[in-house]
């Protein structure tokens, strides 16, 4: 057996422990994996696709519709407000109910109870009371009450209940018509909104509705137009001073008086008459103001004395009394207009009404 000399032993050891000492590769020391994958079980798809279905709570594979998992909790972002976004500061209002624009204030109050707390309970709730009780607000919600109360009576759209309210709110913002009966301020509120939202209702109705006399309806309707055509102008130069550009969708607009085409409408519909002969009493109410068979006559008549002719030309005839009961005008005033009507009937009924809507001229009643 060969023997390695001495001198050579430390040189050949030195180089092995030079190579042992520095591995290509340090292995790193172990710990647990986190990245876990949920696949689907049955497609075993890589990468999976799984949804979370958060308005269920359930975990559902897309490809095959296997439930993974239930009573998923929703880790998204809360409903939330970005009211100071534009200001750069923190936005606490995280939760919560949206703020009514209706309403004047925070409206983050808190209300304290004293249903079975004791006498403190019911000083608490007293003092609370004192320190956050606003006669503004009171004031707002009980005319925003009485106008949903009215609209809702002769089942007016909510859109005109809601115009009516930021009417209000505008005159009692700018404090005008201290003077005024707020039953006379919301009647003229509530007549405004019904031509501002394209179902105007006539003064006699308003009349019934909110018991206002006609003259004072009259009175506070060209008060308010006034004011918040002079609110609108003013609102207009402050926009144009800073170097803004007007929103023609946030300007308050000058009502027009009630045209008989807008009325037909309305009470077609309560005559239970189909959409041809309404669309024919419409025409016809156009036509009437072109010609001037009707003029002089009030939008009432007028549009009552076009629905008697349609109908009666469509062959869905209303009797005068029937008409009479919805339009409010008397059945003599119907006919007379109805006259003023048959005499020009030539330059009134369209040769498409013959041809396509099969109206038939013979139907017409006979002066």
Known sequence: MALVPDKVLPQYFSIDLAYISKPDRVEEPWRENLNLQIICKDCKEIPPNIAEEFSSGDMVCDTCGLVLGDRIVDTRSEWRTFSNDDQNNDD???????????????????????????????????????????????????????????????????????????????????????????????????????????????????????????KEIGRIFKSLEKFFAAQNQAKADTVLQAGGIVNPNDSYNTTTSTNAHELCIRYCSQLSLNQKTTMVSQQLADKMSTVGALAGRSPLSAAAACIYFASHLMGYPRTAKEISLVAGVSDGTIRTSYKLLEVEKDKLIDSAWLKVEKADINNLPKV
């Not at 006498?119 to 608490?124: D, N």
């Not at 607000?137 to 007016?156: F, N, P, R, S, V």
């Not at 009692?172 to 179902?199: L, Y």
């Open 92 to 214: 606490p209002s995280r939760v919560g109910d949206g703020a009514n624009p209706l309403l004047n204030g925070s409206q983050l109050q808190t209300t304290i109870a004293f249903g079975d707390g004791g006498a403190k309970a019911r000083e608490l709730h007293r003092a609370q009371n004192k320190v956050t009780h606003d006669k503004g607000t009171k004031t707002l919600l009980a005319a925003y009450k009485e106008i949903g109360a009215l609209c809702d009576a002769w089942h007016i759209p909510k859109n005109v209940s809601d115009t009516a309210k930021h009417l209000f709110k505008m005159v009692n913002d700018a404090g005008a018509f201290r003077g005024k009966s707020q039953d006379v301020v919301i009647a003229g509120c509530i007549f405004i909104a019904c031509r501002q939202c394209h179902v105007p209702r006539t003064f006699r109705e308003i009349f019934a509705l909110t018991k206002v006399s006609k």
